[in-house]
């Protein structure tokens, strides 16, 4: 008997010890982030980590959740907390969640990036349960899906799209783009051209890639022919970079100097000849 009670013991000691692995295995599986593998960074700019996570736990507010970004190889080196004191002295007031958490977006920017913000760098999520008025923590970190940066310590140029040739007097339209990682603070287009028709559109890539582009138009006249145009890009943080090209412009023929004399012999044969003709037929 007393064998077949420690029988039954281990038994039910198995059972719990299987049924607690699976529950906890399931509760984690409820839990999943995507977060971009990796994203270009600009030194001195910012960069803005697109991140969302999931869970079956129905809508869950704001207020019950607490994200944290924080190094890969260390839970507890904070780039980013609620609770300033647990944030890298190197990375206060440079990071901010720009999603909402009740939305399930995660997204960080980082601002005033530094060479060595390569990361990697994780997110982790704590659900805020109250249960008798004492408040529990459950945690779920994504230490499979973190993000590295591409350190960029010089901007890129800037992409112009143009035609060949413009004709005089006639619109003319040229575009200028540039890709960045920080939606957050665009990069400022401008021209050394001046002109009325300027449109600016700013566009989601996807991957953490973004486009900004300024079309510029302008009516060239005969003086613009061989002129240098210039689309400068400058990004938060100061560093600009740009792109030149020289404006070719097709002259349109101007017959002004052949008309105007033909009609005036026309005119003026007609006006002394019509006279003559008519003086010649009253003697004849």
Known sequence: IPSRNMDNETKFMITCMLFTAICSSASSAEWKATVVKSIDALVTSCVVVPCS????????????????????DDKKSNIYHEDYTLI????????????????????????????????????????????????????????????ELKMLPEPAEPTVIKPMTATQGEPYTVTCSVIHTCPTHVPKLTWNLDSTKVIVHHKDIKQGNWETQSSLTVIPEEKDDNREITCTAEFNGGLKSSETFTLHVK??????????????????????GIPCILMAKKYK
């Open 88 to 147: 890298e002295n190197n990375f206060k007031d440079r990071t901010q969640l720009v999603g909402r958490l009740g939305q399930n977006n995660c997204t960080l920017e980082i601002t005033g990036v530094k060479d060595h913000d390569n990361g990697p760098f994780c997110f982790r999520v704590e659900l805020v349960r109250t249960e008798n008025n004492d408040p529990t923590k459950d945690m779920f970190s994504f230490v499979d899906n973190c993000v």
């Open 251 to 272: 002259h349109i023929e101007n017959y002004n100097h052949i008309i105007i004399p033909a009609v005036v012999g026309i005119g003026t044969a007609l006006l002394f």
């Open 53 to 72: 996570f999931s869970h079956t736990g129905g809508n869950l507010p704001t207020s019950r959740l607490r994200g944290i970004w924080h190094e890969k």
